[in-house]
C-alpha cells in the first residue's frame, strides 16, 4: 500500500502493527480507503502521539494502539463518530491524558489497561453504552460513586491496582456480569451487592478480605467465586461488636415489631424516614429489627458441600447468636438456610 511499506490490510482491515513505527501519517492513503475502513490496527509500534488524519477514517468502529508510548489521545478520536472498540493496552495513559469530548463517544468496549492511571477520569464515566472497561494494571486507588451511571455496562476489569473500597454505587449496575477486582487491597465486600442481579462471575482473589457479607448468597447468577489469596478467617469468631441501642431506636423497634401504623401525619417527617429504614435481623427465629446498633457475627457456610466461607452478617442483639459451641462448624450447621448448593455455584477458588 503506497506509504505502507509491509502493512497489510483487508477490504475493511488496516493492519499497521509490528511495524516499528514512530509515527504515522494517513495522508497518503486515498477517500475510498479510509471510507472503507473499519478495522486499524496500530499496536506494537513506537508511536508517541497519533497523528490528526486518523479523523478522515470516518467509518472507523475498530482502533488498537496497544503496546505504543503514547501519553496523550488528541481531539481528532473524538471525530470518529462510529468508533465502538477502542484497546490502548500498556502505553503510557493517565487522567489527563484524553481529550475534554472523548465522553461524546459511542464507544461499546474500552480497555486502557496497563497505564498509568491513577483514577478513572471524568470523560470515561459519560460513555453511556459502554459494555465492557478494562482498567486493570494501573495506579487506581479508588472507584468512584459515579460508576453507577454506567448503565449498560456487562464487563468491569479493575484487577491490579491499589483499590481498598469498593463504593456501594457499584451495586446499580443492573447489567454487570463479569467484576474483575482481584490484586487489590480491599477490605470488605458492601452488602448493597446483593442488587447485582446479573452478576455470573465475581474475582476477589489476592485482596485483604477476612469475610464475606452475607448478602453474597442472594446472588443467584453467580457461577464463579474466586478467593484465593485472602486472609480469609479459619476459625468460628463469636460476637465481634455491639453498641446498646439508644432510645431512638428502642422505640423505633417498639414500632416496627408490633406492626404499628404511622405517618406524617403522626410523626415529623425525619422520623417517618429513620423508621422506613429498618433492617429485618436475618436470624430465622428472630422477628426483630434494628437501625444503627447491632451485632457483627460471622457465619460458616457451606459452599458446595466442599468449601466454608466466613459471611458477615448483622444481628438485632447478642440473644440472637446462638450458644457458643467448642466446634467452629457447629453453629454454622444449625441454620437450615445456611448451604449453597453445588448447582448454584459451579466454581468456587479458594487455593
Known sequence: MEGFEGASSGETVLDLSHLNFNSVSFEALSDKRREVTRQLHLCYNRLSELPASIQRFSNLEFLDLSNNGLSVLNEGITRLTKLRT????????????????FGSLQLEVLNFSGNRFEEIPAQVLQLRRMQSLSLGGNRLKSIPAEIESLTSLELLYLGGNLISDIPAELANLPALSY????????????????????????SLHNNLLTYLPREILSLVQLQELSLRGNPLVVRFIKDMTYDPPSLLELAGRTVKTRNLRYSEEDLPGHLVNYLDLASKCPNPKCAGVYFDSCVRHIKFVDFCGKYRLPLMQYLCSPECTSPCSSNPQSDADSDDDQTVPADRLQRVLLG
Not at 482481584?182 to 465475581?202: A, E, G, H
Request: overall charge positive; charged content about 25%; glycine content about 0%.
Open 86 to 101: 477502542l484497546i490502548a493496552k500498556n502505553n503510557r495513559l493517565d487522567e489527563f491524558s484524553l481529550p475534554k469530548e
Open 179 to 202: 467484576l474483575v477486582l482481584c490484586d487489590n487491597r480491599i477490605q470488605s465486600i458492601p452488602p448493597q451487592f446483593t442488587r447485582l442481579y446479573s452478576l455470573r462471575s465475581l
